[in-house]
């Protein structure tokens, strides 16, 4: 494997977690950074890059962001945003794999990609239950702002500086264990 197919792997599970947190925050980062030809997609992903993608994914990303600050709606959102991670998750590490044959680049999406985002995006729901639940959705604000600040600095680490969005995500999986841990006991 040549260190351009590798650096297309982490720039898409950097992606694929990022998702994780919103769906369309990295989805409107990628299309930004493939118009303007920051990173190479594959050939049946280049409509990504389009000007009618980045509107549509950017008014996408206002209203999730939106929504998300809506204790009610938040809670209803995440019924539907897990297996639109799945999806979402799968599709960015796709479009972003270089170099490799077509068996294993969908195996890698479907595994990396999709199961990655469906990691995140099911810690997060869990997290914003057990905002709602013990502080009757006051908090739930909050957890939102942690939830797109992290997806924002993500997405871009992973254009950007993809090795280093790969060190967050590991810090983020050992931060969310441990929560879990701490919660597992209680």
Known sequence: MDSETIFS???????AASVGFRVFVPLFTLSIAAHYSIIPLNESW?????GTAIITLGIA???EIGAYFI????NLLDTVAIPLA???GTAVMISTVAGLD???TW?????????????????????RMTSTAT???IANPIVSTVETGTSIVLSILSIFVPIIAILLLIFVFWLIFKVYKKFKKK
């Open 107 to 127: 195996a890698l999406a479907i595994i990396a990609g999709g199961g990655t985002a469906t990691a995140i995006q099911s810690s997060s729901s869990a997290a």
């Open 102 to 104: 077509p068996v294993m």
């Open 86 to 88: 799945a999806i979402a």
């Open 135 to 137: 502080t009757a959705g």
């Open 61 to 63: 990303t206002i209203v």
């Open 71 to 74: 204790p009610w709606l938040d």
């Open 9 to 15: 792997i982490f720039i898409g599970i950097g992606l």
């Open 46 to 50: 280049a409509w990504v890059g389009s």
